[in-house]
């Protein structure tokens, strides 16, 4: 509903009457003539239907009206040049939204974010790339991709493998299937697919099944020993490196690549727009520069 309120120009004019005294005080403060400021008190006066000030011959008088309604008027102006004098002194960087898979942003981007801070002027909100539940439409996407013959696709800024991997065996007798269980992403349907006829292998349709959501919950189900699960290569050093997952079969191309693209259906504000560019910049100098996690 729209606010109930008087003529601004009136409060202004009210305030700086009442403060100085007299109409001519008030004009040469606010940079009017006087008729101006009287034109203006006047609008608000009719506004409340009520005079606030008296004209005398020694100056101006407040009306009772008046006397209650100046503190309120001064306090409300205080407030407001208060804080955008903060805003004028201090001014709010940018916020560039950036939506990003989940396991993308917990082990690639957020790490990257810590160990090479993007440039001063960026303020970056991480969202997911649902839109529902009132998220904010990302300015900037990063997510895997298919790679497409028809639209030309930037180099990757990490290597475009993938494989299955899975917890080492345990000593103790495994549980069945432990070792074949087939983890599906309902947000990469086909890789298993894609990684049989990559590999030359047959499905082995005595292994089990299950299906998650999205890369970030396939890889825990690798982490915990579900089952293997067709992951990137980048998303998975770390874990290599040290043991706690193992790449039995390597990892191959498989026709996706992580794009980083402009969202068309944000309102990117112009102040935005080198932001974005620059933000991109540094997500590829970065990915060239991290230590592997």
Not at 20 to 27: L, N
Request: net charge neutral; charged share 25%.
């Amino acid at each position: 509903m729209r606010r109930r309120l008087p003529p601004w120009r009136g409060l202004e004019a009210f305030e700086a009457a009442a403060t100085a005294g007299t109409v001519t005080g008030a004009a040469a403060r606010l940079h009017l003539t006087e008729s101006a400021v009287s034109r203006q008190i006047r609008a608000i006066e009719v506004h409340l239907g009520t005079p606030l000030l008296l004209r005398l011959p020694s100056g101006l008088v407040l009306t009772a009206a008046g006397t209650d309604l100046l503190p309120v008027v001064v306090q409300a102006l205080d407030s407001l040049e208060s804080a955008t004098e903060r805003l004028r002194v201090h001014p709010r960087a940018p916020r560039l939204i950036v939506g990003c898979e989940p396991a993308l942003a917990e082990r690639w981007l957020i790490p990257l974010l810590a160990s090479v801070p993007p440039p001063e002027v960026v303020v970056v909100e991480l969202t997911l790339l649902d839109q529902g539940s009132g998220r904010a439409v990302p300015h900037l996407t990063i997510a895997w991709q298919d790679i497409s013959e028809e639209i030309q696709m930037p180099a990757s800024p990490l290597p475009d493998a993938f494989g299955p991997v899975h917890r080492p065996f345990a000593p103790e007798p495994p549980r069945p299937w432990a070792g074949t269980t087939r983890i599906h992403t309902r947000s990469w349907p086909d890789a298993w697919e894609r990684w049989d006829r990559a590999a030359g292998q047959d499905d082995d349709s005595r292994a089990g099944e299950v299906f998650m959501a999205d890369l970030a919950l396939a890889l825990r189900g690798a982490e915990v020993g579900l089952g293997r699960a067709i992951v990137p290569e980048a998303l998975v050093r770390g874990e290599l490196a040290e043991g706690r997952l193992i790449a039995p079969f390597g990892f191959r191309p498989l026709g996706r690549r992580l794009a980083i693209v402009p969202s068309d259906n944000a309102i990117l504000p112009s102040a935005l727009l080198p932001v974005r560019r620059d933000f991109i910049a540094w997500l590829r100098r970065g990915a060239r520069t991290s230590p592997e996690r």
